[in-house]
């Protein structure tokens, strides 16, 4: 179903003449999805050896559960939208407003261990996810032959579990919580390293200064799982980008910036490269030791049991995307040699990155980085030539 109302048509709005164009749009549907890999829902073989009375034997055996309850995941939305364009459209965008329902949400849940398999393709529960998107176009300055013309994305999506296999109870074992985004990292919180002075205290936890601690959430003298909490999520609050062309008669200029802001990963860079308890080569950090009581690197060789806690890290960046410099030369010129356009241009992609983040590159943190897996800063110089 679907509602879209032209508000400027109206007697009213158009005695304001600031307004070009105000649409108001409204929008629900549900939506079917089976997507599921194929065969993921039956039961399957795998082939096994074994020792059939002192021989090597080839054999099958089962490695997959099937779920014969299972379900298409469905989707509610609705979404009210506006368009619009103001001051002879020098103002222009649209603004949405949408809240999600996802039922019966397909995905592949883990198992424990007793249950002899990994994990089974079961509808797992019920996710919301509710937000904003904005688009805004604006034309700043129009004056002669100079125009300068901006662009602006934002977006804001809340991600909640509302139900987990028709309940309200946490799933921990898959780190799915009630209320919680579907991708949190839970886990122990880094409260530094252990110091000379804490040796005693220390020793109640069977740890050693210069090792990793984590905090004792429960205050019950042993870190087990109970000391786990929501560290941070890995998927944004939200992202955008703003974007500006300028434009003098034939010369343009185009500069884009992203953003994404409240992502935290288990950085590879750290876990690789700044991990004293490796076999290689390491970037050089303030790592602890008798005469120097760090609190933010273990003691090289002696990490304790918390190894990758230190390796969470907030990856917040805003990147240069793409700077273009173009210019078309005059058509009076080029027309003598039969030629319709001739355009020069030189682009940047990705030339900057503004971020705290340590590593090679934070819209990658998660990924290996002995592979391709980091954005790329590229140069080109071109002709763009039609006859």
């Known amino acids: ?48 050896f074994y020792d059939f009375g002192g021989v090597f034997a080839q054999g099958y055996a089962p490695n997959q559960l099937p779920n014969k309850n299972l379900t298409w995941e469905t989707t509610n939305e609705i979404n009210v939208g506006v368009d619009f364009g103001l001051f002879n459209n020098r103002v222009s965008g649209s603004l949405d407003v949408y809240n999600r329902v996802i039922d019966n949400i397909l995905l592949s849940r883990q198992l424990p261990a007793p ?18 998107e904005l688009g805004l176009s604006t034309i700043n300055v129009h004056a002669g032959k100079f125009m300068w013309k901006s662009d602006f994305v934002f977006d804001k999506n809340k991600n909640q579990i509302l139900e987990l296999n028709g309940g309200k109870k946490d799933d921990v074992g898959n780190k799915w919580f009630i209320g919680q985004p579907v991708q949190v990292n839970y886990d122990y919180v880094f409260d530094g390293i252990w110091q000379q002075d804490q040796i005693e205290e220390a020793k109640k936890y069977n740890q050693t200064p210069g090792q990793v601690r984590v905090k004792d959430l429960d205050g019950n003298g042993v870190i087990n799982a109970a000391d786990r909490e929501i560290i941070g999520k890995r998927v944004p ?20 910036a992203i953003t994404r802001r409240g992502e935290q990963y288990v950085s590879s860079f750290d876990a690789t490269l700044m991990n004293y308890n490796q076999d290689y080569n390491q970037v050089k950090v303030d790592y602890w030791t008798a005469n120097n009581p760090s609190q933010t690197h273990f003691q090289p060789g002696n990490p304790g049991p918390y190894t990758v806690i230190p390796t969470y890290r907030n990856v917040d960046f805003t990147r240069i995307s793409n700077v273009t410099l173009g210019y078309n030369l005059p058509n009076g010129l080029i027309q003598k040699f039969k030629i319709s356009n001739l355009r020069l241009y030189a682009t940047a992609t990705n030339p900057f990155v503004f971020t705290k983040y340590e590593g090679f590159d934070p819209e990658w943190a998660a990924t290996n980085t002995y592979g391709t897996a980091v954005s790329t800063s590229t140069y080109l110089f071109g002709i763009n030539l039609s006859f």
């Open 237 to 256: 609050s939200w992202t955008g980008s703003f974007s500006n062309t300028f434009r003098y008669g034939n010369l343009e200029l185009f500069i884009q």
């Open 115 to 132: 249950a002899g398999f990994n994990a089974i393709t079961d509808n797992i529960g019920k996710l919301k996810n509710s937000g904003i």
């Open 1 to 48: 179903m679907n509602k879209v109302r032209a508000c400027s048509e109206e007697h009213f709005i158009k005695a304001i003449p600031e307004i070009n164009d105000l649409k108001v749009r409204v929008s629900y549907g549900i939506t079917g999805n089976d997507r599921v890999p194929a065969y993921s829902t039956q039961a399957a073989l795998a082939q096994t």
